[in-house]
């Protein structure tokens, strides 16, 4: 901070949220209190005055809220953000001379010194000093409270009461003087999302497999259908793979075979053919007006629609004979498939962003999105955004906002940490996760501890997904139906944006293409699938209890006050999520082990939960619906995989007792 | 960071050394590496170049040093600091095209692909593309490989061994193409400092009290006959409170007692008289000329004299009469004395740093600063630094610094830690600490691995004192001369700068003035004192013995590298510093407990250390002279506290065995 007055003695810094020194906005939804914390000191002893400042971004004037100090010089103020887009935030804090004068001056007092009638006037000359500052009615008011302090007519005591009254105090601080008030250097900036970039639950589907009779393509109508029985589980976002013409050229054929069969009908994400490319239908799902009708007809059950974006093309997709510059041209004058060296996937061209029409290719996937907005699309799933240049997200993200701020973008990029916090950083609202990879009591901990308690949180927001069509993880393959129900569990209540791949989720689908790999048998990525909804085993009562349990409990609908709890046994792991004002505490255990029963003592927060260590307490398992009386921090629990490997209790703080009833007297 | 060019692909983030997002220099001492830590990455999975940019501040051109990458996407780099003053560095990054060829084409040959010829002439193309940037020489070489590389005439084999060449790689890095680099857009400062900045031993004495005979006022030249007993201790700062002319309004006594006694001397940080203010020396000290004599001496004794700049003055001081506008006036025209209410301190008025004049006010205490400089003094301790402005300090020491960067100033801040760190920030070389209140095994963990593990140990240097003229802790008080010998270890291998106060340390003296009271009874503060130093139980020569052992071990000169390790038993404390090339490991284990023997395994990292497991190793205890045979991670210790309450144990990697020796066949 450079002072151009040696007399600006305050120091504000370490600013919280500030993401990569203010580079980066943090994220808020809208209706949520943005908590702004500060260091706040100067030398010596004198009293602060701290101001959180803050505004929308087009206003010029900052509103202000007062700060107050904490401990350590810590200090915190918060602002309510209403509306969707950037707020503007920063700290200003001067030495506030009268409040310095008035906590001297009340000491002197309550140590009974007596010589304090030049301490009075000391007071009296900065009333004095600020009555000039002040409107006309104050101003005559300020002035007659000094001339009282300096009159000999009025006795000391009177004096002490006037100089330390609230009503002087008020008026002191309306008027305190900021000469030498120092402001943060650096604007900060929040981002404002509507609530579903907090909280949703996701399912997804393969609109080909919807079809009602086995063989048929499925379309934009059977997915129509489909959507009482996605809208009675709970889900409020519908995500569908590509649903764009697929090439033909090196078409992939069942289980990624390298050549299909005539009929096979390749991966959605071999995006492009004769038919279009990104901003066409594939024809056997319907037309556009089929889409926005389904789009509509989804609206109607709380369901949006939410899109793949996969920035790759087949070898027909249109650009490559359109735009042939947007991709790189080998020596032999082909254009370069894809590659990891030395494997080879010669049926995606992936887009260059070194080219130098860079500019022009960027315009072109700008108006993709904006295409798909007009057709009422509000929530983007971006495949594999981490293999595009970070700079083209972070343009394309801040222009689509600058008109839609109410835009989700799901980024689906399973990379190296700092590549997938860097994206959430450049302005995706939400991220895929390691948590299909994260199983033990340990791994879940430490990872949720990372995502939810360390600066991480003020960028990143998680999507927990179980499963996805690439991703079958080994603890669903061998643990059966009660894998499923625990990752269920732990996906909706660790994380308040969840999702699932359906149906095979619901329908416990767990054989993997061979041994080792994470990939589905007879993967629906490339096939059309039908999938018998309606099985008895399915775990759609389940899903639907959990996602009832998430809609009704305020304190699962964010990831703030996530608490892990000690509990005794290894293969049990024990976290609590609460609201701020612990209207809403959610105390969830699960049984990590799907083939074992497991027992253990649970050890709970009594005292921060504000529950009476000496008066038992009641526990609801809104899985269950069982109710259990509880006492004390210690308490046992017990979970049999085959039936349920989780409780989700609701904790309620006040159970009646003899008292409470008119018969005890 | 704004990207003109969309194609630049990097993101350079998280650089460490950086203190509050550049505002504040690092810290280092000349002979040492500084080592650049930063995140860097880009999109996709090719190979990136990162260089590391240093200079001078007076220089106008980066040197470069490469950086390397560790794991998750960190990368490590570091330059040599050799003079003096500030450097600058900074990070670039760009992708190196032509690694990343390598890297894939080393993959696709390892592989065993065939179909190859067009990967070489992407490769012969690049040559060729570079060729244009080199020297002619450089040019012709890399063209006579493109041609090799197109050649129908040359083997696949040749082409892959010439493109796979550590000569073609060496070139092909001089004329790496950076067009795209992304360089971090903050240019980070380190300030280097002499080696004294961050490996010191400091004796603070009272000159007055340094006369052979009991009531006769000390001078400099009793300081003189007292240098061979300070440097045979191995101290090599001489500290000495202020030694200028002490005010006589107002006079504190004996145990500062409100009246003086007429021959009462007053205290020291009472400034100011008729004889002169801060340029000036008490008279009974001696002459400027005596002083200059001493500053010379001691420099033949390894010992540099520190002075204390108190900036406050008593009401005698000529500043009072000659600059009025320096100070608070009360109402009544009278000088504001220092006060924390209700508490008064008459004798002392501060200097108004809000004041109108505050310019020249900094003007002048430089010049006190430059006045002492000009005396020869190098070392200042600054009184309360915490209770004047900030920017002030910055100014003073960047200002002091321009002209004499071997100055070193000691913030004497006993305050709220982020005060003291924003000292350090400032450009305070050194700090005082909590070390004299931090006694248990617990405390001092916590409180070293803050101080050296976190982000604090860039710009904070901590100088412990087990003991100052304001501060006789309670354990001193009761825990008798092994506790004097404890934290004496303690400060001494813990912190690589430390002092005493003495002679009252090594005679330890530890009789408070009033139970619960941390002042010394009798204090030197306000009366001069007679110590004997010749006592039989004073702990003169185990204070040689320490500091001998600080200086032949350069494990000990820094604090980098200190190490906790487990000990099994809560009275015992066991760490540990080595230099980088492990060739000095110094283990120390001290009885914190001052009245009980104590004894307990300790277990040590046999192999970070690279200690055979399988063979014995020798611990040697510097301070004892005994040396052990030790094996494997756990071993046993035992400390009588009223032998000596510590071991500093020299590890030994290699001890001899029978296949050692000739007779051994």
Known sequence: MEQSDGRARVIISGVKPEVDSGLFPAKAVVGEKVEVEADIFADGHDVI?????????????????????????????????????????????????????????????????????????????????????????????????????????TSQLDKVQLALSEEVAKLMDKYSDRQFAVTYPRELVVSVERVKARFSTWYEMFPRSCSNEPGRHGTFKD???????????????????????????????????????????????????????????????????????????????????????????????????????????????????????????????????????????????KSVFLFWIEQGVRIFRVDNPHTKAFCFWQWLIAEVKKEYPDTIFLAEAFTRPKVMHQLAKLGFTQSYTYFAWRNTKEELTQYLTELTQSDVCEFYQPNFWPNTPDILTEYLQSGGRPAFMARLVLAATLASNYGIYGPPFELCVNTPREHGSEEYLDSEKYEIKHWDINRADSLKDFIVRVNQIRRENPALQSN???????????????????????????LTVVNLNPHYTHSGWVHLPIEPWELDPQRPYQVHDLLSGARYLWHGPGNYVELNPSICPAHIFRIHRRIRREQDFDYYM
Chains 1, 2 share one sequence.
């Open 223 to 365: 997915c129509e259908a489909r959507l009482p029985y996605i809208a009675a589980m709970g889900f409020d976002v519908l995500y569908f793979p590509p649903i764009h013409p697929i090439g033909r050229t090196l078409r992939k054929g069942k289980n990624n075979a390298i050549k299909a069969a005539p009929d096979d009908p390749g991966t959605p994400w071999a995006i492009g053919a004769e038919e279009g490319g990104h901003k066409t239908i594939h024809p056997q799902l319907g037309t556009l007006e089929d889409f926005r009708h389904l789009v509509d007809k989804a609206k109607e059950y709380g369901i949006e629609i939410a899109l793949d974006i996969a920035i790759q093309c087949s070898p027909d997709h249109p650009y490559v004979r359109e735009h042939p510059a947007w991709f790189v041209r080998r020596p032999d004058g082909t254009i370069q498939y894809a590659e990891n060296p030395p494997k080879k996937y010669q049926d995606i061209y992936p887009l260059n962003f070194e080219s130098e029409h860079w500019h022009e290719l960027w315009e072109e996937w």
């Open 560 to 586: 703030q006050n996530l608490w892990f709890h000690a509990i005794d046994n290894g293969e049990l792991i024990c976290y609590s999520k609460h609201t701020e004002d612990l209207s809403n505490i959610i």
């Open 49 to 153: 005055t701290a101001m959180l400042l803050y505004r929308k971004e087009r206003e010029t004037e900052w509103t202000e809220a007062p700060m107050e100090l904490t401990t350590n010089d810590r200090w915190k103020g918060s602002f309510l953000v209403i509306e969707l887009g950037r707020y503007l935030y920063t700290v200003t804090a001067w030495i506030d001379r009268f409040k310095s004068w008035r906590k001297d001056f009340q000491k002197r007092v309550e140590a009974g010194q007596e010589d304090i009638n030049i301490n009075l006037l000391v007071g009296a000359n900065l009333i004095a000093e600020a009555s000039g500052q002040a409107s006309k009615v104050d101003s005559k008011t300020m002035q007659e409270w000094g001339k009282t302090l300096e009159s000999s007519q």
